[in-house]
């Protein structure tokens, strides 16, 4: 039971939302119909913020404002937390613990794992259907409503949905973090490449169901030229129906919006028993395109809505992904890719982002001219966002992330797991005009590390083209361990990627002539072995500080000179469609990580423990020499 005071605070707290929405409803023009529908749909539920990210159904309210208390003996259980009654500490949601605890024996410590609880409370409005939406927490979740168990998840980067009814007034919102053990999480299939950062790390929602919602809608667009300056395009539009109410006939519709461009959506109506789901389809012609690209990154507002009870709402961008043979092409202009891995990491704040360390992400990323990102985890859709409105590609990991050339899902269950640690983002995130590709499989070592590996890879490519046919579906290879033949793994996907530490973990003490001959006799190799695949460099690059002598191995200078050959090596590359340096920004990995195999070949290189220190800015933001030489290499015209 929540205290009079506490009441008080959380009614004080909706009046201001209200207060706020009509003071900007006071100074928008006045809506149609239809939209007065769309925005009562949109209403969220009372004492909450508003959403990070602008996509998702409508009447989303974020939940930020939560009490932490850490259990490190794991006691909580058996003293009766999950139903609410602990004390804490007040914090803001997204949350990690100990964001600046990765040196030492207190990093050590850290990085092992712990066990938290997060305590909130909401008003329902009205009595009815809830849904609570988690985009991420590391690693096991289990949560409480009102005290009772409402359900759990495991892995991080996954969005995860549980709903209750729920009676109108207050109640209490309980969810347990446990992220011990960062080897058990990686023999279930959730390998980190970066710190063990533990808490609720992604953003929690709240909203009502109503009589009808929608969901997971897909945009396809076809130009009526391939050519940059197509004179229409015919979007292909689907979303997914759910009665809640009695037997009907549902027919949602909508608009899509650019400018002073207003295209109307309507779908054909389907008749839908009492919790009856239905995909419906429609197509429209859109004359004038504003099409999305680096160049140019238009983007549209797309609004859905079913009456007044349900709406969707994201913003999509207009564009046609194709490939033939090893090359891509964005619109009917060929696509050269060019930029860096993002970690989401944040000095200071771990994984769990805010909208400033986000933008700071894109930022760093428009500094050195990048036109793409990779990453191995799925990203933030806050994030996701932000590199649509920029103009940045993005390479997206999905499905598990293993050490170089391993694979642990190999029994029936962890293959199951792994397919469905796929498809999750690929679709939570089908609507991100940014995104290019799905990466199945990071550094697998020759043709695969097992038939699992194989099975898992051929499944998720076939059901990839026919959920999304508008993108890449690709591997990545460890270069090291390339095959000498592509085998049945590689059958399916459309692109190869490839790591290249030339003068880092190989060969650091070359000459820069003999370095370049290495790198060009790789990618020839490269050639051969996946004819008539897409074929990009996924990592390169080199540590650097200023412990390390200038011009050294692990210096600045030396960072800098690496970086350039390489690319003036992939730009002369003319079946090379992309190069994608190691890493953006220097992160925390392991206490215990001291730089790898460089030692092997560089025993004498100097390096900060537990620090990954090939970023091209510091942890901290402070951009390397490297960023001005990226910046002037990036944005000069390429060869040929």
């Known amino acids: 039971m929540l205290s009079t005071s506490t009441n008080k605070a959380l009614a004080l707290i909706a009046i201001c939302v209200a207060l706020a929405a009509t003071a900007a409803a006071a100074e928008a023009p006045?809506?149609?119909?239809?939209e007065r529908a769309i925005a009562s749909a949109n209403r969220p539920p009372g004492s909450l913020g508003a959403p990070a990210t602008f996509e998702g159904p409508g009447g989303r309210g974020a939940l930020r404002s939560w009490t932490l208390r850490r259990d490190p003996s794991n006691r909580g259980v058996s003293r009766g937390w999950q139903r609410g009654g602990f004390g804490g500490t007040p914090?803001?949601?997204?949350?990690?613990?100990?964001?600046?605890?990765?040196?030492?024996?207190?990093?050590?410590?850290?990085y092992e794992g712990s066990v938290a609880w997060y305590r909130t409370s909401f008003l329902a409005p009205a009595a009815g259907l809830y849904a609570l939406h988690f985009q991420s927490a590391n690693y096991r979740a289990s949560v409480w409503l009102d005290g009772r168990p409402m359900g759990s998840h495991r892995g991080s980067y996954l969005p995860f949905e549980l709903r209750s009814r729920l009676a109108a007034g207050a109640h209490t919102l309980v969810v347990r973090i446990d992220w011990r053990d960062p080897a058990r999480q990686a023999r279930e299939g959730?390998?980190?490449?970066?710190?063990n950062w533990g808490g609720l790390n992604g953003e929690v929602d709240v909203r009502q169901i109503g009589a009808s919602e929608l969901l997971a809608p897909t945009v396809r667009t076809t130009l009526s030229s391939d050519t940059p300056d197509a004179a229409r395009a015919s979007v292909r539009l689907s979303v997914e129906i759910r009665n809640h109410g009695p037997a009907r006939t549902i027919a949602p519709e909508g608009t899509i919006v650019h400018g002073s461009q207003t295209i109307p959506v309507k779908f054909p109506g389907v008749e839908l028993a009492p919790e009856q789901a239905a995909t419906v389809a429609t197509s429209v012609d859109i004359p004038n395109p504003a099409l999305w690209s680096p160049a140019s990154p238009s983007l549209y507002q797309l609004t859905l809505a079913v009456g007044g009870e349900s709406s969707y709402a994201a913003r999509i961008g207009l564009r046609q992904l194709s490939w033939n043979g090893d090359r891509v092409y964005l619109n009917g202009a060929r696509l050269k890719l060019h930029g860096a891995t993002i970690q989401e990491d944040a000095l200071g704040h771990g994984d769990a982002l805010t909208a400033a360390d986000q933008s700071r992400i894109v930022t760093e990323l428009e500094a050195i001219g990048a036109n793409a990102a990779r990453a191995q985890h799925p990203l933030n859709p806050a994030l996701l966002e932000r590199l649509d409105a920029a103009g940045i590609l993005v390479w997206q990991g999905i499905g598990p992330v293993e050490g170089a050339g391993n694979w642990y899902s190999t029994t029936p269950r962890l293959?199951?797991?792994?397919?469905?640690?796929?498809r999750t983002p690929a679709q939570a995130a089908g609507l991100h005009p940014s995104i290019f590709a799905w990466n199945l499989v990071d550094e697998v070592a020759g043709n695969g590390h097992n038939s699992a590996e194989v099975q898992y890879v051929r499944t998720i490519a076939r059901w990839l083209h026919a959920h999304d046919p508008t993108r890449l579906v690709a591997v990545d290879v460890w270069g090291d361990h390339p095959p000498s033949r592509a085998g049945a793994l590689y059958a399916?996907?459309?692109?190869v990627a490839e790591t290249d530490y030339t003068g880092w973990y190989d060969d650091p003490r070359a000459s820069?002539?003999?370095?370049k001959a290495q790198m060009r006799a790789r990618l020839a190799t490269m050639r051969r072995t996946f004819t008539g695949k897409v074929l990009l460099i996924s990592e390169f690059g080199a540590e650097s500080n200023s412990l390390n002598a200038s011009g050294s191995p692990g210096s600045y200078a030396y960072q800098s000179r690496l970086l350039a050959a390489h690319i003036e090596v992939y730009r002369a590359e003319p079946h090379l469609s992309g190069m994608l340096i190691w890493v953006l920004r220097d992160y925390p990995l392991n206490p215990r990580f001291k730089g790898g195999s460089v030692h092997f070949v560089l025993p004498r290189v100097r390096l900060i423990e537990g620090i990954n220190q090939k970023g091209l800015f510091s942890y901290g933001g402070k951009p390397k020499p490297a960023v001005g030489m990226l910046s002037r290499m990036f944005k000069s015209p390429a060869p040929g």
């Open 30 to 34: 006045k809506p149609a119909a239809s």
């Open 91 to 110: 914090v803001n949601v997204p949350n990690v613990l100990d964001a600046h605890a990765f040196k030492g024996a207190a990093g050590v410590r850290n």
């Open 190 to 195: 959730f390998h980190r490449t970066w710190f």
């Open 415 to 422: 293959l199951g797991e792994a397919e469905q640690q796929a």
């Open 492 to 495: 399916d996907v459309d692109a």
């Open 512 to 515: 820069l002539a003999q370095q």
